[in-house]
């Protein structure tokens, strides 16, 4: 149980367009979500919250309008990253909190490559 | 500042062996305290999760060790395989708002 699904796992896009990263809950409700980006041989950063019915909340340094979130649902949040530069360049992780039990799941990751 | 630090930064061992990894933590309040193990490109996955009354829990041939004292965790790991080899990450968990602080990661290479 618990599982977050992250689509796509891997995207190549030109500079200048925007990138949409989904991550649904499969079998709970996530009504927090949060975001993490990943440089190699780094840890993960928090980017964001997003929360369900609510605006999300950015960690310092993190473009508002650049990294736009959406939680619409209690299974989907998305994370589009606009006007994508190579710099954007990243792996893009999700994870949501299901509970104690299981801890924090997080999605398989995105791989964005802005060329 | 919460942070978590985790040793070694990488660790070369031959399958069959065991090995140890260590995390210290400052992180206040104390929640709970996740190992994680990442394989290149892809996400996290969940080894084991102790909260403050928990000293020892074991997933297979991963165990882990809390010492809510001196703020140390260790992961020890079993007669290795080829397999376990990828990123060991420490994740403590403080306070009620769900935010997490990362390690850097150990990352493990075993080879045959």
């Known amino acids: 149980g618990a599982v977050v699904s992250q689509h796509p796992s891997w995207v190549i896009c030109k500079s200048g367009t925007s990138v949409k990263i989904e991550c649904r809950s499969l079998?709970?409700?996530?009504?927090?979500m949060f975001w993490y980006r990943q440089f190699p041989k780094q840890s993960l950063m928090l980017m964001a919250t997003?929360?369900?019915?609510?605006?999300?909340?950015?960690e310092q340094g993190v473009e508002k309008d650049k990294f736009l979130i959406n939680h619409a649902s209690l299974t989907l949040s998305t994370l589009t990253v606009t006007s994508a530069h190579p710099e954007d360049s990243s792996f893009y992780i999700c994870?949501?909190?299901?509970?104690?039990?299981?801890?924090?799941?997080f999605g398989s990751g995105t791989r964005l490559t802005v060329v | 500042k919460n942070q978590v630090e985790q040793s070694p930064q990488s660790l070369i061992i031959l399958e069959g062996k065991n090995c140890t990894l260590q995390?210290?933590?400052?992180?206040?309040?104390?929640?709970?305290l996740r190992w994680y193990k990442q394989d290149t490109g892809r996400g996290p996955v969940s080894l084991t999760i102790m909260t403050f009354s928990e000293n020892t829990k074991s997933n297979g041939r991963y165990t882990a060790t809390l010492d809510a004292d001196t703020k140390q965790s260790s992961l020890h790991i079993t007669a290795s395989q080829l397999s376990d080899s990828a990123s060991y990450i420490c994740v403590v968990s403080g306070g009620s708002n769900y935010k997490l602080t990362f390690g850097k990661g150990t990352l493990l290479t075993v080879n045959p």
């Open positions: 994870s949501a909190p299901p509970g104690r039990a299981y801890g924090y799941t």
């Open positions: 079998d709970f409700q996530a009504t927090t």
């Open positions: 997003s929360n369900e019915g609510s605006k999300a909340t950015y």
């Open positions: 995390c210290n933590y400052t992180v206040s309040p104390f929640s709970n």
